[in-house]
């Protein structure tokens, strides 16, 4: 059912067909390569997400560079990883339901297997699932450190569930997963700091109740693209997980530094290959990428290196540009290169990365990838 | 690369792992059969839009019912038509570069092929890809009838592009593709009635122009699911390529009938089933369904039939719901369907239709379908 891809190994970068999603490979090692120096250089674990790239191409070059493992969201994207052999998986998230917990404990067969708890209920469910397939499950109690989704109550609430969690046979209480999502795009660089040590506040006083009821958090994890550095500058996070750092999208483009100015940590690495189909009309042209190959959640994509010209419009397969005054219009069939505004929900529109060396002007593909668990939603 | 379905044939609906795409079989085949009625009683063709369904088993219960064919936007979703026995698609949509225009020739020699134009330099690739596949291309002239997006201005401009497709061997000029996609979710009955009858005077002064020159417009396509009763009123289209009705959807719903009411005239008949996976929080519990599994570029998800319950908030894998002050509170695990806010990126998404029959609530699941074109964007 997968599509063919829009590219082969060895074509030119002109001969790839669009929509197609591109990586540009050297910038995309330089994020990955930026990333581990930093763990290198302040002594922490980084444990990418895989709810970003969906890739266990990714996954193994990230893990080549001193990854502890991936984290994903769903069980389907954890089978899809370990199969790929991804030996050590969190999912940092809740997983109900009878026939996905017992999907969850088959896979701890095959790998080092983590999960987050935030009911009893859970944690009982997973304790059945993991004696019945006879494994060991590494249970996360996860925190509400501000987001306001999922997570226990900070405090005493957390306490109880972690008892629960080291008291059930099958299931090893492994510490915490406070993350904090919505701090990860606030603009602002004191705000956004600011959220998260609001957040650090509450895994301290957690953690300090877990450490005189005698639990031990082997890890607290967290941590995102947009937050990372915060993370670590409190000492109470030992595991960080960001995702969007080895493509980088238009939305964390959006994140100002302690300037004030937008964030260059990381290079755009993803990009939409677009075409324009359409250039009849005076002051617009359309490509052929419309909100099924770029997605809009985080705000419509950003034309690369084109200023003069703006992607105002999406519908599902038409993306309208407006041309600034002096912009030169771009000719029906010319290649427009766009960056998403939100790269994990793009990335799941596709069914192929082809990676690019050399650049996006002259280079070559050299790889085409599949997004395997692209879908992956169970 | 594709991900295993979500349930099994004979399944009780509860036993539907999810996130799934869930079709109320009964409630579709009601709607395809009020379609059919419609172009029987006004004596209209009918050829629904693919872009919707990607679902070459949905076409055939279409065309089972009268439709002439199918529409869709891009080769990559005719070519899956075509290979699953449609023989008549309409690319609604210009197609721009040489591979892929080679690949729509290649498929008229599988089945009647149309697509659009509105540049002579895409006439002129279409003929010499039709000369060298020895195959005859349809080749509709797009206007632009209020939508601000591709097509040349209705009157001599089509006029012109008309006659250059006559004269162009391989090509056989078939009529115009006049679609005001924005016209279909003006809420208002009125309003959008009034954007129609303006994109009319723009039809039928092009037609008599078209006409003068010697042209003959077989076909004048367009309509869709919110204004396709306004085209045929105006007795000047004769083909409509509605998509949404089959399934409905959240934003089709707000739109107004006469007397100011959402409109009921075709029925949801396509969920995504979501289970709470969080409910520790007061006042609020979380499903396993987010912008992954239910697009939100026309808005949110509803939950079905509980006006209790609002669906607040998407995140990549997560829905927030939010409880009215009497709602009863969604407990851990249960149930909840959600209608999408925009059908057609929806099922994109998915890559499987879980079909039941019998409803929601005691149903057994009937029929696995692929999204055999999900994805299919070049």
Redesign the interface.
Known sequence: ???PP?ARVGDSVA?I????LVIDLDAFERNLDRMARFAHDTGIRVRPHA?THKSPSVAHAQIARGAVGQCC??V?EAEVLVHAGIHNVLVS?????A??VARLAALARHAWIGVCA??P??VRAYGEAARRAQVDLHVLVEI?VGA?????APGDAAVELAKLIADTPGLSFEGLQAYH?SAQHIRGHRERRAAILTAAQAVQLTGEKMGAAGLDCRTIGGAGTGSFRFETETGLWNELQPGSYCFMDADYGRNLDEEGKEKGEFENALFVAS???????PG?A?V??G???S???SGLPTVWRRPDVEYAG?????G?LSLGAKAAKPA??DRVWLVPGHV??TV????WYVGVRGGLEDGVVECLW???A?????
Request: aromatic share 0%.
């Open positions: 059912m997968s599509v829009p001969e067909d669009t929509p197609a709810k969201q769903k389907a998230n809740q997983v109900v339901g026939a996905k935030d009911d209920a859970q509400d306001a989704r999922c997570g226990v999502g075409t324009v189909m359409s250039a009849v009309a617009r359309v052929d990428a909100h099924k190959a997605a809009i959640d999406a519908a599902d397969e038409h309208k029906l069939g994990d929900p799941n529109l596709h069914d599949p997004v395997a692209r879908g992956a939603m169970t």
